[in-house]
């Protein structure tokens, strides 16, 4: 059990897996102290969400940040590359302002490679839900990429609950990610549906 002491960053709605890239804009006081502990230790941040009563999921994903600015403004602009899930020992206090955990680093870095879920299902649902948002995507992109990248990218970019990001995200076999991702769409064009019935 191999075990680490990082920087948290609570962000509801922001979900990283390992492999993948997360772009952030860091402006607030305690997460610019954040970037620059990070930046002098090891560049690591964990990502995660809190609950509707303020405390902390227990499961993140931690990245490293391989990139950074430092803008007008006194704002940083980072991309952290996700490296591994981890699951949340002890909170710590920091003079910052910001916050550390003791974790635990988790071991589902599985890979699958023989895929079951319906990618062009998949695909056509994710179509759809861009439309009804008014969302601008690069579909010709998403046609070409593999089956890994198209199911995380799906899960990170799309405005699911935090709720849902999150059982995303502890859902480590990528094959019934992507069966998940296919029953949230046929859940929230409904959701949205309703509610514009509603006004």
Do not use: W
Not at 25 to 49: C, N
Not at 125 to 138: E, M, P, S, V, W
Not at 143 to 170: G, H, T, Y
């Amino acid at each position: 059990m191999k075990q680490l002491s990082i920087p948290l960053f609570p962000l509801n709605g922001a979900i990283i897996f390992p492999g993948t890239n997360l772009p952030l804009s860091i402006f607030e006081e305690r997460y610019l102290s954040m970037v620059d502990y990070a930046l002098a230790t090891e560049r690591l941040i964990g990502m995660i969400q809190s609950s509707d009563k303020g405390s902390l999921f227990s499961v993140g994903c931690f990245g490293k940040i391989n990139s950074f600015n430092e803008t007008v403004g006194n704002r940083y602009i980072i991309n952290v590359l996700g490296k591994h899930y981890f699951k949340i020992i002890k909170h710590k206090k920091t003079s910052k302002n910001f916050i550390k955990a003791d974790i635990e680093i988790l071991d589902q870095q599985k890979k699958t490679f023989d895929y079951n879920f319906d990618k062009k299902l998949l695909i056509k649902k994710y179509k759809n839900f861009i439309k009804d948002i008014n969302a601008q995507i690069d579909f010709e992109i998403i046609d070409k990429i593999s089956n890994e990248e198209l199911v995380k990218f799906i899960a990170m970019s799309c405005p699911f609950s935090k709720e849902d990001k999150q059982m995303l995200l502890e859902t480590y076999d990528l094959n019934d990610m992507g069966n998940k991702l296919v029953s949230l769409f046929e859940f929230y064009p409904t959701a949205s549906a309703n509610k514009k019935s509603l006004n």
